[in-house]
């Protein structure tokens, strides 16, 4: 089979590369990559988004411990410290027949698998702990004997309805846990009867009604919890309550902050508002708010911030606004939180903000930004900035990780070398094939251009070492970083032009060879090159020309390549989209279609029509070359689309993608044109046979 030595030798090189890939993947993740942090006493990372977000993604829940959270979470876990903690002197309880499944200890008792709350307990118990069984409503007399009850726990069960009164001889009642059921809604009478009530933890349900004036003017409730419900600013009413001072209601369907919404709660310590769909806030809403020590807005759809929301938070420790649509951020807002130990700021976009406009806060010890690079650029003296990386980079370098740097040197290395040979080889030696010639020709300075764009990154990575975070802004602003990512750019796109432009001339001549379609002449393909190239750099140009006021559609990383993979809705996605979503992909069907056809063709003529030797291998050549681009191209595509519906993309799989698989096709390429090549082999057989003439003499 005259294909034999082009199918082993490219079906190799693919399969060496992409072992060699792997290898490097695999052995890299012996420690957790920039942007993760490892598990106690397991192997398991964990993505810094996930760290602190009050879901337990850690095998022993240490992500979510008080010591790891203590900034994020506040107090939110300290409610369960003293929750069933025995009191001096225990409360003496009769002994009674335990129901099955039933526990008691001194005068708690705990429930498994029961359908309903057991009547025959002591009435001296203070303490009922039924969590995970099938209760599925609470009648008015169910607690009538235990009116010493002091905490009481219903945690993940099935209660959809509470009549009006149940809790009425509760009076003693400090704590009550009703998480994860399936309450709609909270009307007056309710909770009548809870005047000892401290804590009320009423979140994950399905509460769209929500009126606590039972609790009015409350001497003792100081903890409200309503997370995770349908609660709307029209259905919730708060009465005057003095002494609360942790309101939760994160994920609910609040549209707006009213002036009266909170004005009855003068103690509010913490008031947490993540995940809703706040739009606007009034500039009063916090009006007498002295006390606020955490508040928190991430998460919503604020558009506006008015310069004097937030100077009645003169005791604010830790602010939370990131996650919003805010233009335009007035930078008086922070005047007065001179006390401010926490900031929340995550994509919002600072430009307009003077570097040194975070000194105002000597206390803040916390700050997460929208980009890693602002750590070094609004925040150098605060001890914990976040995030600490782009995927790519880190705080200290350029090239986060060894083996990135290594890659980057090998691959750079071998593209110039690869390519240097290739026109050295196609511009010295007589080809018979000129067009061929000029193709691969213009294809390998594409190709190099690759390999000059990675040099000057691993050069650049060497002249950061170790203080990249005070350089990393001024990098990614620069003109020379947008001027190596023109390069990239061109490199990528001439590529993918020529090899659509190709796939399609070859496929005129090999699938219709009696159609009349003349081959390309030399003249013509040279001609066809220069349209690519113009067309190619024009596409590189184009955002630097409609964004020339801001350097950013290239200094989206270190790296100056605007893949948008990261954070896929910077400055000229949509750009970012229209290259690598439409153009590279349209490029890439088109090669597969006809490379389809073209070999469906092959398969049926080739023994009625005389087709030549050089077409047939160039095809099978070149098809190998499409091959590897596709490899390269399919994934990277593939990230996109994900990173464009929002699903997070591994900050490690985005540098590997960034520095090895991007550029791998331009240091494969020469390899398949040089291997594969009949000269080659000619040559190659040709120092085989005089090796042997002197062995024989």
Known sequence: MRYKHIIIVGVTLILIVSLLSGLLYYFNQDKCSVGSFPCANSTKCILQRHWCNKKFDCPGGDDESETECFDLNGDWDNIYKDYLKPQTPPPTCESVKAPPRCKFKQCLVTCHEQEEIPPNFSVNVTAIVMNNNFLTHLSA????????????????????????????????????????????????GLFAGLVSLQRLFINENRISVANFSDFENSTSLGWLNLNNNSITVKKLSLPYLPVLDQLYLDENNLEEITETLFAGLPKLKTLSLEGNRIKSIHKNAFQHFENLTELNLSYNKITKIESTLFQPLISIKKLSIGYNS??????????????????????IDLNSFEKNFFNLFPNLSFIYFKRFQYCSMFAPKVKKCRPISDGVSSLSHLLGKPVLRAAVWGISCVTCLGNALVLWGRLTAKDENRVLSIVIRHLAVSDMLMGIYLLIIALEDIRFRDNYYLEASSWMSSWSCTFIGIVAMTSSEVSVLILSFMSVERFMIIAAPLKSHRALTPKAASSSMIIVWITGITLALIPVIHWRSSTRFYGVNGMCFPLHIDDPFLIGWEYSAFIFLGL??????????????????????????????????????????????????????????????????????????????????????????????????ERLNGVKFRGKKVLDN
């Not at 009425?168 to 059921?181: D, G, H, S, V, Y």
């Not at 401010?340 to 700021?345: A, E, K, P, Q, T």
């Not at 049926?604 to 191209?633: K, Q, Y």
Request: hydrophobic share 45%; glycine share 4%; proline share 5%.
């Open 584 to 681: 590279n992909f349209i490029g890439l069907f088109t090669i597969g279609y006809v490379y389809t056809g073209m070999f469906a063709s092959i398969w049926r003529t080739r023994h009625a029509t005389p087709l030549s030797v050089g077409d047939s291998e160039f095809a099978l050549r070149f098809f190998l070359i499409v091959l590897t681009d596709a490899a390269c191209w399919a994934p990277i595509i593939i990230l996109k689309v994900l990173a464009l519906m929002k699903y997070a993309i591994p900050p490690d799989l985005h540098s590997w993608v960034v520095v090895f698989i991007l550029p791998v096709n331009s240091a494969v390429n020469p390899l398949l044109y040089t291997f594969t090549t009949p000269k080659f082999r």
């Open 326 to 347: 805010i233009e335009n951020f007035p930078v008086t807002a922070f005047d007065t939180l001179k006390d401010l130990r926490s900031l929340g700021i995550e994509d």
């Open 141 to 188: 007399n169910v607690f009538t004997n235990y009116t010493k009850l002091q905490k009481l726990l219903l945690k993940n069960n099935s209660i959809f309805h509470l009549e009006i009164g149940t809790f009425r001889k509760q009076t003693q009642l400090e704590n009550l846990i009703l998480t994860k059921n399936y309450i709609r809604e909270i009307h007056k």
